[in-house]
C-alpha cells in the first residue's frame, strides 16, 4: 500500500499549506506516490489514522489544540511541522510578551466567550517533533525535499545557513553595506532566495534564526543604521518573535558565563 500523507491546521492563516497546493505539477507526481488521508484545506475526504506523514500547520494557543497535537502525534510515524506558527509560534507569539486579557477585552465584545492561552507556542513545545521546516510561508521546494526525504527514508536537504549566502549566489549587493538598510539577513535562515534583498529591502526574518546567529554582532548595525533600541526589538518581534526571543536569551546566558 502507498504511504499515508496527512495535513493538519492549528492557529495560522493557512498560507503553509496553500504552498502544498501551489506545488501544481509537484503535487500531481507526489499524489502518485503516497495516499493524501486527511487534507481539510484540498478535501473533505478523511481516512483515519495511523499516518506514515504528518505535516502539522500552526502554533498552540488553546488548551484544546494542546490536545489535539497529542493525538495527532499519537497517530503518526512521523510529524514535521511547517511554517513559522509551527516552528515557533508565530506572529501570534507576541502575545507572550504582553497580557493576552486585556487584548481580547479590546478585540471582541464579548471575551468571555473566548478561550485561549496566555501564550502562543510551537508544536515542539508540546511534543515530539521529527523535523521542522521554517518559513512564513515556506518555500515549496524545501517542502517537496523534506515530503520526499521522508517518504525514502532519508535525511532532508535543508540548509541551516543564512540569508547571506542566497544574496551571494544570485550576486545581491548588500543591502546593509551598500545602502545602510536595516536587514536580518545575517541571522535568518535560508529558504527564501534572498527574496527582500533582492528588491532593495532589508530582511525581515521571515524563517526564523538560522543555524549560526550572532545577535550581538548584528544589534550595533541595526543601531547604527539608524534603529533605535525599541526600533531594534521591534524589528525582531515580527514573524518569528518567540525564536528570536529565545536566541537573546540564549546569548545573554552565554555571556554571563563567559564573565
Not at 500552526?58 to 511541522?81: F, K, P, Y
Not at 535525511?155 to 546593509?176: A, M, N, Q
Amino acid at each position: 500500500m502507498a504511504p499515508t500523507l496527512a495535513v493538519f491546521k492549528l492557529a495560522s492563516c493557512d498560507g503553509c499549506q496553500l504552498t502544498l497546493l501551489d506545488c501544481e505539477d509537484e503535487l500531481l507526481a507526489l499524489a502518485g506516490e503516497v495516499e493524501i488521508a486527511h487534507f481539510l484545506e484540498a478535501s473533505s475526504a478523511v481516512a483515519p489514522g495511523p499516518y506514515d506523514l504528518s505535516l502539522v500547520e500552526g502554533s498552540v494557543t488553546t488548551a484544546a489544540d494542546a490536545e489535539r497535537v497529542r493525538a495527532i502525534r499519537a497517530a503518526s510515524r512521523h510529524l514535521v511541522t511547517i511554517g513559522a506558527c509551527a516552528t515557533a509560534g508565530g506572529i501570534q507569539a507576541l502575545r507572550n510578551f504582553a497580557d493576552v486579557d486585556e487584548y481580547r477585552r479590546v478585540v471582541y465584545a464579548h471575551p468571555e466567550y473566548v478561550e485561549t492561552l496566555a501564550t502562543s507556542t510551537p508544536v515542539s513545545a508540546h511534543v515530539d517533533v521529527d523535523f521542522e521546516l521554517r518559513g512564513c510561508p515556506i518555500d515549496k521546494r524545501q517542502l517537496i525535499e523534506v515530503i520526499t526525504a521522508f517518504l525514502v527514508g532519508r535525511k532532508p536537504d535543508i540548509p541551516d545557513h543564512s540569508v547571506c549566502f542566497e544574496c551571494k549566489r544570485r550576486g545581491t549587493v548588500c543591502v546593509t553595506v551598500a545602502h545602510g538598510t536595516p536587514c536580518l539577513g545575517p541571522v535568518t535562515h535560508a529558504g527564501c532566495g534572498a527574496l527582500c534583498p533582492a528588491y532593495h529591502r532589508g530582511c525581515f526574518g521571515c524563517f526564523g534564526p538560522s543555524g549560526s546567529v550572532n545577535l550581538p554582532a548584528l544589534i550595533p548595525l541595526l543601531r547604527r543604521d539608524s534603529l533605535d533600541e525599541d526600533d531594534v526589538e521591534r524589528f525582531l518581534h515580527t514573524f518569528n518573535a518567540a525564536a528570536f526571543e529565545k536566541v537573546e536569551k540564549v546569548e545573554k546566558v552565554e555571556k554571563e558565563l563567559a564573565t
